[in-house]
């Protein structure tokens, strides 16, 4: 029943910004934790930034003051804004949840949204 569905991606060109979306939906239970993933062909998922409920906000060293994460808790969403894209930063971005529900813990993953940084 739970669904978190992405929106904003596409085609930009270097030096540009995109703003993702990533919004939760159904019985999600009670979030702690959000973050955003990417994956590029051929390689490994990676944790590109990561914010909690109380405010505490992780980002992976390649995208440190470029991309910025956010989240609006009572509308269960969470944001990427990504400025100054560089074409590596091209990958299937993912959104992630960690929650808590009827004292157990889950975590869900949205189906993606590509990004994509060519000229």
């Known amino acids: 029943q739970v669904q978190l569905v992405e929106s904003g991606g596409g085609l930009v060109q270097p030096g540009g910004s995109l703003r993702l979306s990533c919004v939760g939906s159904g019985n999600i239970g009670s979030v702690y934790g959000m973050g955003w993933y990417r994956q590029a062909p051929g390689k490994e998922r990676e944790l590109v930034a990561r914010?909690?409920?109380?405010?505490?906000?992780r980002y992976e060293e390649s995208v440190l003051d470029r991309f910025t994460i956010s989240s609006d808790n009572a509308e269960k969403t969470v944001y990427l804004q990504m400025t100054n894209l560089k074409p590596e930063d091209s990958a299937v971005y993912y959104c992630n949840y960690a929650t808590v529900y009827n004292l157990n813990r889950f975590v869900y993953w949205g189906q993606g949204t590509q990004v994509t940084v060519s000229s």
């Open positions: 914010i909690t409920t109380g405010g505490s906000i």
